[in-house]
């Protein structure tokens, strides 16, 4: 049976992601709803800045992963954790109503527990297993496993959409950056985000960073491991080719990123996943 892949548009761009059928979120900036399909980073990344208010996010309706979904076929769909956003359980209604009108049909959700490089590596694994012919449940399983095992960290550059989406307060958006202080961010193994360190200057975050991966069993040579930036991708070949001197990863992947990843990450944020 054909088999399709529907995403949520947390999952960034390569050449190997374009061409994946996306359903797109909204990005509220003052009182300009932004659909996030085919954007201008740059121009989005100019309205963030100039924006003083709450910078909002919505998921799409159940409609639109509908007029995604295809009968006659073995449809997935991932999307963002289900601890950040609406987005999954938007799915899971989507699937109710598709199967009281198409009853045989096959849909299968799958929650990345991740965001942005995390969840932009899960469609790629869901992506490389349909292409090889894998059958229905074994990309199920073999999915699961990989969610299981991976890892998400991310730099911001700057604490601004924190402090403007009210995670931190302004005075603590300030005193980090009066005091260079860098927080390393990342998944708590179910889907949300904690605050793994804080670290003294830029230069330092990233080699934190870098030498984190070493805390964790990592088949390296079997495993690729994926960067997003947003906007900066000198900053992310640097890190790279840090990661490679120091790792024998099988690949590493460098993403540009979607629309809702730059309203998470921000100007020059960078998100890593393996």
Do not use: W
Request: include cysteine; charged fraction near 30%; hydrophobic fraction near 40%.
């Amino acid at each position: 049976m054909k088999k399709n892949l529907i995403v949520d548009s947390c999952v960034d761009f390569n050449d190997y992601t374009e061409d994946i059928e996306r359903v797109p979120f909204r990005i509220l900036i003052e009182n300009e709803e932004i659909v996030d399909e085919n954007l201008d980073i740059n121009e989005l990344i100019r309205k963030m800045k100039n924006s003083t208010s709450q910078i909002k996010t919505a998921c799409a309706p159940p409609e639109e992963f509908i007029n995604k979904l295809k009968d006659h076929t073995d449809n997935f769909i991932v999307t963002i954790s289900s601890q950040l956003s609406g987005s999954y359980n938007s799915a899971m209604v989507a699937v109710d109503s598709f199967r009281e009108k198409f009853p045989e049909s096959f849909v299968h959700v799958i929650d990345s527990k991740s965001a942005a490089a995390g969840e932009t590596m899960i469609a790629m694994k869901v992506k490389q297993l349909i292409e090889e012919n894998i059958n229905t449940a074994e990309i199920i399983e073999q999915t699961n496993k990989y969610i299981s095992k991976l890892k998400t960290f991310f730099i911001l550059e700057s604490l601004d959409n924190l402090a403007k989406n009210g995670r931190i307060t302004n005075f603590k958006a300030m005193l980090a950056n009066i005091m260079h202080i860098v927080p390393i961010m990342g998944e708590d193994g179910n889907g949300k985000i904690e605050l793994k360190e804080k670290v003294r200057g830029k230069k330092k975050a990233f080699e934190r960073l870098v030498d984190m991966i070493a805390e964790y069993n990592v088949d390296f040579e079997n495993t690729v491991l994926g960067i997003t930036h947003v906007d900066c991708l000198e900053k992310a070949e640097k890190l790279r080719d840090q990661i490679m001197a120091r790792y024998p990863f099988k690949d590493v992947k460098i993403f540009k990123s979607s629309g809702l990843s730059t309203v998470y990450a921000d100007d020059g944020g960078i998100v890593i996943a393996f």
